[in-house]
């Protein structure tokens, strides 16, 4: 059995956050939990402690991508999960993450779909989810998913890889795991770069996460201070000619309107 951990980034005091612990302590295969923060607080000190896990502090100003690679560099296992402070994870996710490295040993990102959850109620899967589904085709194609170009194909059009649902590969990836001058778009454009890397990128097309959409989202504030527009614009000037982002980005910011009250 391959070692994991479920690194939880929390911000500030997320009234999420102990539904999401308790999805990672009822895994049916067991991994290590840890918590890190850039935003220390009475709050979290006690969820560390009511749950019987480590906190780490890390020192200096809140910025999304530092307190991804602090939580990444903290954990002292092999294969890392960054988990978000505001979803859940379905109890056999370690157990899909196990089964995929025992099959492929090569494999440097595991991903899978996610079920929506606005505030505590489940949403039914819309247009956005069917075609982010479609999108990540090229990556349930296992025996294919250590081509460039396969991992590649699955990024063209959009970013259909949901961030909470990975886990990667610490000893073939190394650290910092991530390097991107966007706030919004680091993990697409992380993706980009790992998938000229070697290794296998899988994909595992079940809803293995719940992933929590809110007010107080990061994404949701991207949206509203133009920040996502401003980097998926840039990351699809990276891959296509300016006339193709015009149209890309027409569709594309159709997305924006799940995060809409």
């Not at 009822?26 to 009475?42: A, H, W």
């Not at 480590?54 to 294969?79: C, E, H, M």
């Not at 099959?103 to 079920?115: L, N």
Request: charge should be positive; glycine fraction near 4%; aromatic fraction near 12%.
């Amino acid at each position: 059995m391959t070692s994991h951990t479920f690194a939880i980034c929390a911000y500030k005091d997320s009234p999420y956050l102990d539904a999401c612990i308790h999805s990672l302590k009822r895994q049916s295969v067991k991994s290590k939990i840890i918590l890190c923060t850039s935003t220390p607080s009475p709050f979290l000190e006690a969820m560390a402690k009511i749950h019987d896990i480590p906190l780490y502090v890390r020192d200096g100003k809140s910025d999304i991508q530092d307190d991804w690679n602090f939580a990444y560099g903290k954990a002292d296992t092999r294969l890392v999960t960054i988990a978000h402070q505001d979803d859940c994870y379905h109890r056999d996710y370690a157990a899909e993450v196990q089964r995929c490295w025992e099959r492929y040993p090569d494999t440097t990102v595991f991903t899978t779909d996610c079920a929506i959850l606005k505030g505590e109620t489940l949403q039914r899967p819309g247009l956005i989810q069917f075609i982010k589904m479609i999108l990540r085709l090229p990556l349930r194609l296992h025996g294919l998913a250590d081509r460039t170009f396969v991992k590649k194909a699955a990024l063209v059009f959009g970013n259909p890889i949901i961030c909470p649902s990975c886990t990667y590969d610490k000893e073939a990836l190394g650290a910092p795991l991530f390097d991107s001058p966007y706030k919004f778009a680091l993990d697409w454009d992380t993706m980009w770069k790992l998938a000229n890397r070697p290794g296998r990128f899988i994909c595992v097309e079940r809803p293995l996460i719940r992933y929590r959409i809110h007010d107080g989202a990061t994404t949701k504030a991207c949206i509203e201070n133009h920040q996502r527009v401003e980097d998926e614009t840039a990351m699809y000037g990276k891959i296509w000619p300016k006339p193709v982002v015009k149209v890309l980005m027409h569709f594309y910011r159709k997305a924006y309107s799940a995060y809409e009250k």
